[in-house]
């Protein structure tokens, strides 16, 4: 019973934003109180998943941490390595995003359409060569970072496989971008939570 409440009351919710996007778009005026109400509805999912990904982050740490003081250490000699191509290619991802979200803010669906395939072409072929630059770079990064010679192996073989993964980590952050630049904010949350390309 409180379940399915719960369920009326969120709907009821996600109807009022959808109303009040509506409204937006038609260049209407909307009150205070509605216009803080849309922004902490888009603004908690994206909060939670960022809680989310902190708390996996401990638990992958943990998990790491149970293999030994050598898997740990291995992990820690490219982590700033993964850091920064997984910046880059947020960044590129981002880009695409913030088109959409304008095309569809003023109506224009058509081009947001255009954007989104333009995007998905463009994040394939990127992320394959971020994959490729990364994976190459794994076999003498550990050294070039002053690893123990004990720890490389393990180290480039974590590189490797964070790299290959590369193209579905993007596309996976492409159409969760893209949910949230269509309102769709909740559905967001669950898919990246789940992700296991988290580092």
Same mark, same amino acid.
């Given at each position: 019973m409180y379940g399915d409440i719960h369920l009326f009351s969120l709907y009821n919710h996600l109807m009022n934003m959808m109303e009040i996007t509506a409204q937006m778009r038609e260049n209407k005026k909307i009150e205070f109180k509605d216009q803080l109400k849309i922004v902490i509805?888009?603004?908690?999912?994206?909060?939670?998943?960022?809680?989310?990904?902190?708390?996996?982050?401990?638990?992958?740490t943990a998990m790491v941490g149970s293999l030994g003081y050598k898997a740990t250490a291995a992990i820690g @000699?490219?982590?700033?390595?993964?850091?920064?191509f997984g910046?880059? $290619?947020?960044?590129?991802?981002?880009?695409f995003s913030?088109?959409?979200?304008?095309?569809?803010?003023? =109506?224009?669906?058509?081009l947001a359409r255009?954007? @989104?395939c333009q995007s998905i072409l463009f994040n394939i072929i990127f992320?394959? $060569?971020?994959?490729?630059?990364? @994976?190459?770079?794994?076999f003498?990064?550990?050294?070039?970072? =002053?690893?123990?010679?004990?720890? $490389?192996?393990?180290a480039t073989l974590y590189l490797a496989i964070v790299g290959a993964f590369i193209p579905f980590n &993007?596309?996976?952050?492409?159409?969760?971008? &893209?949910?949230? $630049?269509?309102?769709? @904010?909740l559905p967001v949350l669950p898919l990246n939570s789940a992700s296991p390309n988290r580092h």
């Open positions: 509805l888009l603004s908690v999912p994206a909060i939670l998943e960022q809680l989310v990904g902190t708390a996996m982050s401990y638990i992958d @000699v490219v982590a700033s390595t993964t850091w920064l910046g880059i $290619c947020t960044a590129a991802v981002l880009g913030v088109q959409v979200a304008q095309y569809l803010g003023a =109506g224009k669906n058509k255009q954007v @989104v992320g394959l $060569c971020m994959a490729l630059v990364v @994976v190459a770079f794994s003498y990064l550990p050294k070039l970072l =002053g690893a123990d010679p004990s720890i $490389c192996r393990d &993007m596309m996976a952050m492409l159409h969760s971008g &893209m949910l949230r $630049c269509s309102g769709n @904010v």
